[in-house]
């Protein structure tokens, strides 16, 4: 499988615990994004990086939001502290920086806070 | 004003028509444009691109693009149920994010 790969699928959290998701992008592609979705909207942009480096930040973004990509590969967000709030489909996107990127997304990890 | 707006729908159309889906942005120095589908409980699906002003055909999909009126547009040609989708529109601004719209719901009635 050469996709974007996320893990878990699924995630159930109690109020108050957190929670690391985990993106594996595109072999070749050298940027990573965050976004979250809620239903009956669009992706709402988190954060990316352009390999190990972390380029920009959702203003919205709480500090309970922090996200790395140590090697410039893989990419691991942690919410700090849930709410209830928080409950989301929490996608990854990758793609190769050019003048006509494209980003190709996984198939998201959705988060429900109890 | 939202950067990126569309009809949230639904936007119901009978079979074998044509689907008109629209997108406005409030961003001048746009760049790249985009369409997503996406099925319920699936991640969005890049169906089409375009950078410049006019159309661009795959398949029975045609984007269209308007930069002076800031709007997009897709046309789905002879709809099938298996269309029947949230439809995204995406764009690349100034800033190197890719921002979205809501999304209109589109359903093919058989």
Known sequence: DTG??????????????????????????????????????????????????????????????????PKGSFSTLEIQRTEQGDSAMYLCASSFAGQHEKLFFGSGTQLSVL | ???????SGPLSVPEGAIASLNCTYSDRVSQSFFWYRQYSGKSPELIMSIYSNGDKEDGRFTAQLNKASQYVSLLIRDSQPSDSATYLCAVKGGAQKLVFGQGTRLTINP
């Open chain 1, 4 to 69: 974007v790969s996320q893990d878990p699928r699924h995630k159930i959290t109690k109020r108050g615990q957190n929670v690391t998701f985990r993106c594996d992008p595109i072999s070749e592609h050298n940027r990573l994004y965050w976004y979250r979705q809620t239903l009956g909207q669009g992706p709402e942009f988190l954060t990316y990086f352009q390999n190990e480096a972390q380029l920009e930040k959702s203003r919205l973004l709480s500090d309970r939001f922090s996200a790395e990509r």
């Open chain 2, 1 to 7: 004003q939202k950067e990126v707006e569309q009809n």
